[in-house]
């Protein structure tokens, strides 16, 4: 049997839960409402991989790269440091650059330090502001691009997808949870674009909040199903 070989988050206590890691090179949704959890498992998810050899890039399309460096400061986790090193590129992508061809900014940035891992933070933000970017949705030849024009949030999930498994890192996308109860992302098709999803919560237990964290689907592995219970503490996000 082909073994499939697995990207650890070092996240306490998740890893066990997908069989020891992300399939490599797999796209995985992050999703959850605001404040749930979903920008501190990204960061981990790099800095532990920068710590132990795999070199990542953060796309931020919503906080500015000191923003990013403070709050993983708040954990001890010295993004500046690592990026210094070569370690971690923060890439801010700009929201007043009219046309930015961000995917040739990312795959650059992934080139530039041999990335393994990446973060994009978030798909809501570009499918909001799609009228800002490029998303190639065709290649006529190696080197002429055909960019996306219309507005299907959908359509621009798929792209996107698309665009990051070329890229051949392991992905975490994040993407904010529906408030409905049929889909699980806003878009609704994140979920079956991606070959994981995982969706982080508030709950309120009888008057005390607390979080959950709970894998929904991820290909070639046998996952935990059901809620989890998650915290954020000092160190940063764990399963309790
Ligand atoms: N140092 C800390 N210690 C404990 N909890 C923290 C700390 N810093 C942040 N948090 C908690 O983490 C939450 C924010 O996490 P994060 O920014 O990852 O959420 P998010 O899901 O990305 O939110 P958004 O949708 O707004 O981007 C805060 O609501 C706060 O409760
Ligand atoms: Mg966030």
Redesign the pocket.
Known sequence: MESIERVKTGIPGFDELIEGGFPKGFNILIT??????????GLQYLYNGAMSGENGVYVSL?TSVDGIKK?AM??GWDLGKLEKEGKIIILRIPMDVIKLDLFISINDAVKKIGAKRLVFD?LDSLAINIDMFKVPVAYVGSKNRLTYTGKSRRRITYLVMNELSKLKTTNLV?A?ASEGQTQITVDGVSEYASDGVVK?SSVDLGGTPSRTLEVIKLRSSKITPGFQKFD???QGATLL
């Open positions: 959850g409402g605001p404040g749930t959890g979903k920008t501190i498992f919503e709050q708040q954990f978030s994040i904010a982080v954020i503490r000092e």
